[in-house]
């Protein structure tokens, strides 16, 4: 079964520090790859995603993150925080294969930024 | 435009009781997953329906079953609840089933006691 692996469980930063959060998934196919963010008190939402092409990424509020297919790895970056980046971050993998858009999620990076 | 919507917001069951969430989806979206999240960890695929039928499921007992309506909306039932089925239940829509974005509604908390 696939399963993806989140490395970090809690990440504490000052602003301006930069943020990487690992991303690292089981499964021998193509696949779709999405980072979440879930910020206090809201709904998950999209910040970035990866289906074909270009490997590096851009998503919004400034966060990129770069498919390494060899590591099968979707590694997520940010090179400055703010503290409003305060939130749960959520990688997520779709199999191509499989039919309909499941979603397997990692267990989350809860991200603390301090002003 | 209104996004993922779900209600309620917040439940309390009682163990062995039985509970449905609703959910309507994205305008334009016609098909709905439903996760469960568990403290402390991310989201778990429970079900998905398009067309008004279940089309995938997850590693997830009978007790859960689940409906979609010609409105595309969807509910989600749980049976016989545990004390375990206490998580935040959420709901995603998507246009079609082709591995495009999911959009999440601000999910259900279900406490069970």
């Known amino acids: 079964a696939q399963s993806v692996s989140q490395h970090n469980h809690h990440v504490i930063l000052s602003e301006a520090a930069s943020l990487e959060l690992g991303c690292n998934y089981s499964?021998?196919?193509?696949?779709?790859l999405f980072w979440y963010v879930q910020y206090p008190g809201q709904h998950l939402q999209l910040l970035l995603k990866y289906f074909s092409g270009d490997p590096l990424v851009k998503g919004i509020k400034g966060f990129e993150a770069e498919f390494i297919k060899s590591k099968f790895s979707f590694n997520l970056r940010k090179p400055s925080v703010q503290w409003s980046d305060t939130a749960e971050y959520f990688c997520?993998?779709?199999?191509?294969?499989?039919?309909?858009?499941?979603?397997?999620f990692g267990g989350g990076t809860r991200v603390l930024v301090k002003p | 435009d209104a996004g993922v919507t779900q209600s309620p917001t917040h439940l309390i069951k009682t163990r062995g009781q039985q509970v449905t969430l609703r959910c309507s989806p994205k305008?334009?979206?016609?098909?709905v997953s439903w996760y469960q999240q568990a403290l402390g960890q991310g989201p778990q695929f429970i079900f998905q329906y398009y067309e008004e039928e279940e089309r995938q499921r997850g590693n997830f007992p009978d007790r859960f079953s689940g409906h979609q309506f010609p409105n595309y909306s969807s509910e989600l039932n749980v049976n016989a609840l545990l004390l375990g089925d206490s998580a935040l239940y959420l709901c995603?829509?998507?246009?079609?089933?082709?591995?495009?974005?999911?959009?999440f509604g601000q999910g259900t908390r279900l406490t069970v006691v």
């Open positions: 499964y021998g196919g193509t696949v779709n």
């Open positions: 997520a993998v779709n199999p191509l294969r499989a039919a309909g858009n499941k979603l397997t």
């Open positions: 995603a829509s998507s246009p079609g089933t082709g591995g495009t974005e999911a959009f």
């Open positions: 305008s334009g979206h016609d098909t």
